[in-house]
């Protein structure tokens, strides 16, 4: 098993590898949006240690919470899925969506401020975000927070854990201005987290006496949590020593391998929706990578590349694409007929250009799809197709004698000149 990496020279490759991860998260496309609360229970259900909390959402809720959340102080959080919360304010004009009290009878009027308003930070849209719920736990006395994370990582071919007695802070600026402060452990699969790994970090995080025993439970813990839930990233920041010499995993940040949804459907089942475009959560149900974009040229296309190449000669010739829409190698009549739906639902959409190239899709498949969904929907917006690859004569055919006025384009660049013009005459016949 690969050791700790001591030395200066590897620490700096660490504080690359750190400065470089936000960017690398940021090209993967995660769907599931966990609210805190959610995975706490997540982090509960594996032995990870946690502050004592319940929901409130009404009255009922707070009067049952004073009996069965009874500790010194209490933390009231509101549920959305954006940071900046405690500096947040309301539509109702109260101020923070984080707030402390000792007195329980202060929860309900507190909570009672938020929830059924719109919080809105410097995270939300301008209007804020709606709080459904709010999270009431007990507030404890942290004497140190360190960070944790575990992350799958291309360049280790595997997880990775890091840990840093500096936590509380951005970990990328303490890897570049302090990297003696950031140890990166390359964890084997097969092997895990070994009980001397997990002691080395609870020394290193410098935790102490009966502390150092109860962190190195809590790494084994965190693991567990990483492996159970098949996470990507499971990032603890702070893991926090209390004055009582707990060690209590106070926020975290969980990102799942959407590749699991298959065997985490108790895990995804959990996402709450009801901040997210709706159009995206209906694309989601057919298996369709759908992104609402503020242009007027809907977009159909099978592959990320080539959705991407599509927007870009649709900018190119003066034109703005409506959405991101990609329909994948194993679309279906039912995809093609749903896609056609979504698109179709924006009213800034004035025409619809559909791309497909056939490697593995059957543009025949594809033709009949956009035909049938025509027809179906009556849809009455300029539609503009490019097909190339397998089968295109008999997709060629399908649309011809369809007697739709479905336009074909001899090409991508023909077909994105077409688009943008149909758009902006159905602009301007709809301005007069």
């Known amino acids: ?34 609210l805190e609360y959610q995975s706490k229970v997540l982090m509960q259900n594996h032995g990870v240690n946690i502050q004592k909390f319940k929901m409130v959402r009404n009255a009922d809720d707070a009067k049952t919470l004073s009996k069965d959340l009874v500790v010194d102080e209490y933390v009231v959080k509101a549920q959305i899925l954006a940071g900046g919360r405690g500096k947040g304010h309301f539509d109702n004009g109260f101020k923070g969506g984080v707030h402390i009290t000792k007195d329980v009878n202060q929860i309900w009027p507190l909570a009672e401020k938020m929830v059924g308003h719109k919080l809105i ?61 950031v140890k990166t452990i390359p964890i084997d699969i097969f092997e895990g987290v070994t009980d001397d790994m997990a002691m080395s970090v ?20 965190l693991w567990s949590l990483f492996t159970g839930v098949d996470a990507v990233q499971l990032e603890i920041n702070p893991l926090a020593e209390t004055d009582t ?23 995804f089942a959990m996402e709450d929706t009801t901040e997210s475009d709706p159009r995206e959560v209906e694309a989601a149900k057919y298996n369709l990578n759908y992104i609402g974009m503020s242009g007027d040229i809907g ?22 694409p409506a959405n991101f829409l990609d329909v994948g190698g194993s679309v279906n009549e039912t995809q093609v007929k749903q896609a056609f739906d979504i698109i179709s639902s924006d009213p800034n959409v004035k025409a619809i ?11 025949a498949t594809i033709a009949t799809g956009v035909v049938n969904a025509t027809r179906a929907s009556g849809l009455k917006l300029p539609l503009v197709v490019r097909l190339e690859g397998t089968n295109v004569d008999a997709a060629k055919k399908i649309l011809q004698d ?31």
Request: overall charge neutral; glycine content about 8%.
């Open 245 to 267: 010499g707990d060690v209590v995993s106070v926020d975290a940040k969980i990102q799942f391998d959407d590749n699991a949804q298959f065997r985490q459907k108790d895990v």
């Open 1 to 34: 098993m690969a050791g700790l990496l001591k030395s200066a020279v590897h620490l700096s490759h660490s504080a690359q590898f750190l400065s470089g991860l936000k960017g690398a998260n940021a090209m993967q496309v995660r769907f599931l949006n966990l």
């Open 299 to 320: 977009c159909l296309v099978n592959g990320a590349g080539l959705a991407m190449a599509t927007m870009d000669l649709i900018h190119l010739h003066g034109g703005q």
């Open 121 to 181: 930070t410097k995270q939300t849209p301008a209007s804020g975000i709606l709080v459904n719920s709010v999270m009431v736990a007990e507030s404890i006395v942290i004497k140190r927070e360190t960070y944790f994370c575990i992350l799958m990582d291309r360049a280790h071919n595997g997880p990775v854990l890091i840990a840093s007695p500096a936590g509380g802070m951005d970990i990328e600026e303490v890897a570049v201005s302090s990297p003696h402060l």
């Open 202 to 221: 609870a020394e290193f995080l410098e935790f102490n006496g009966t502390s150092r025993q109860k962190c190195a439970e809590q790494v084994k813990a």
């Open 353 to 363: 250009l559909v791309n497909v190239f056939g490697g593995i899709v059957n543009c």
């Open 402 to 432: 369809s007697g739709l006025p479905i336009i074909q384009a001899k090409d991508l660049d023909h077909a994105a000149m077409t688009a943008v013009d149909k758009a902006s005459v159905k602009t301007k016949a709809h301005a007069c």
